[in-house]
């Protein structure tokens, strides 16, 4: 077994593939408003669609849905199928960083906990060409909570995911890139602890068990496990933060 496949095997089993909860999909999308009876969604970086469905109960529109992990896209599928909302919902393999679409597609770009792989900047940027004008974008991202972060945890997110910035770095980032923000807020803690890493926990610790004789795997499960670590020591300091944007 591979890292890459190590990895997958333990995301395929769990719900949500990042932090989030359904009340905070559901919050950020309230703020949305005057969307067309025929109005087009790409939610980027899906997962297993747990706020893709979630958002199929409120958003009458249709669903297109990208992962670039084929067993995501396929779960997606069967489900849509299985809930009689193919018509609506539609799940593909794509690469955020190459998405096979045009300018000015969507009227919604939906991201929960993935625009990362692209980087922020990156992600508003590049995305802003395909939504519509007055299009919105959803997102959410981490940021520091508190100005003083603790030299452990500054340094643990310097080494996986450098430039985490403020809310208000955030906030002026965004209206750089050329959009206005609607809403935002701060994802609550169970959306972390919860939802997300109570069904983390278990099949890494299983996989540590299994694997311990296997140093070549050890790297994806060590840092699994020190990022459950980091956020229990340092979950005052950072979180992610659910901003609702408009193209201006």
Same mark, same amino acid.
């Given at each position: 077994m591979t890292q890459e496949e190590l990895f997958y095997s333990i995301f395929e089993n769990i719900p949500r593939q990042g932090p989030g909860t359904k009340e905070s999909t559901l919050k950020a999308f309230s703020a949305i408003k005057n969307l067309p009876a025929d109005a087009r969604m790409l939610d980027i970086g899906c997962g297993k669609g747990v706020p893709t469905f979630d958002l199929a109960e409120v958003f009458h529109g249709t669903i297109t849905a990208i992962d670039n992990h084929l067993a995501f896209v396929d779960f997606v599928n069967r489900k849509a199928k299985k809930l009689g909302l193919q018509n609506r919902v539609a799940a593909f393999v794509a690469d955020m960083n190459k998405l096979p679409v045009g300018e000015k597609q969507f009227d919604v770009i939906w991201s929960e906990g993935s625009i990362f792989i692209?980087? !922020?900047e990156n992600g508003l940027r590049n995305w802003r060409k395909i939504l519509k004008d007055g299009g919105y974008l959803a997102v959410s991202e981490t940021a520091w909570f508190q100005d003083d972060q603790p030299v452990e945890i500054k340094a643990f997110w310097d080494r996986i995911y450098p430039g985490v910035m403020t809310i208000p770095e955030q906030?002026?980032?965004i209206e750089s890139c050329?959009?206005? *923000? *609607?809403?935002? !807020?701060?994802?609550?803690?169970?959306g972390w602890s919860v939802d997300y890493y109570s069904y983390l926990d278990k099949p890494v610790k299983a996989a540590c068990e299994k694997y311990h004789n296997q140093p070549e795997l050890s790297g994806v499960l060590d840092a699994l496990q020190h990022e459950m670590e980091m956020y229990k020591k340092y979950g005052d300091y950072y979180g992610y933060v659910f901003? *609702?944007?408009k193209k201006n």
């Open positions: 692209t980087g !922020f906030e002026r980032l050329g959009y206005q *923000v *609607v809403s935002s !807020f701060k994802i609550p803690k169970e901003s *609702v944007l």
